[in-house]
């Protein structure tokens, strides 16, 4: 599947994203999220970035981090960064949201921004 295709098909999955996942995973998505949550220190005071999704992962950033670090959620679905927004914009002022590709960033772009 071409890179469209695969943006098409998150775009259309995004409302029903992660309890699909879960389903999908038999529940072991929650194991992983721990791993994942068991590797991020805390003492980072500088950007950090992670895939998006629907924000979950970079939650479990965020609740890590300095409140002024700043951590980047990418995603190439605008409808998954759109759910994520909407988790995740209230509680988390030092998120970005990047519209990309997060196997081909343009770092260049994300240290203008922070």
Same mark, same amino acid.
């Given at each position: 599947?071409?890179?469209a295709?695969?943006?098409?098909l998150?775009?259309?999955?995004?409302y029903?994203y992660?309890?699909?996942n879960?389903?999908?995973?038999?529940?072991?998505e929650?194991?992983?999220?721990k791993?994942? @949550? $068991?590797?991020?220190s805390?003492?980072?005071? /500088?950007?950090?970035?992670?895939?998006?999704?629907t924000?979950?992962?970079? $939650?479990?950033?965020?609740r890590?981090?300095?409140?002024?670090?700043?951590?980047?959620?990418?995603? /190439?679905?605008d409808?998954?960064?759109?759910?994520?927004?909407?988790k995740?914009?209230?509680?988390?002022?030092n998120v970005i949201?990047?519209?990309g590709?997060a @196997?081909?960033l343009n770092?260049?772009?994300i240290?203008l921004i922070?």
């Amino acid at each position: 599947m071409d890179k469209a295709g695969v943006e098409n098909l998150f775009d259309n999955i995004s409302y029903r994203y992660d309890m699909t996942n879960f389903y999908i995973s038999l529940g072991i998505e929650k194991y992983w999220r721990k791993k994942f @949550a $068991a590797q991020i220190s805390g003492k980072r005071k /500088f950007s950090t970035g992670c895939l998006l999704r629907t924000g979950r992962s970079t $939650a479990i950033i965020c609740r890590k981090v300095s409140a002024q670090a700043r951590v980047f959620g990418v995603d /190439f679905s605008d409808e998954m960064l759109e759910i994520a927004r909407q988790k995740l914009g209230d509680q988390f002022k030092n998120v970005i949201f990047i519209a990309g590709d997060a @196997a081909d960033l343009n770092l260049r772009i994300i240290l203008l921004i922070s």
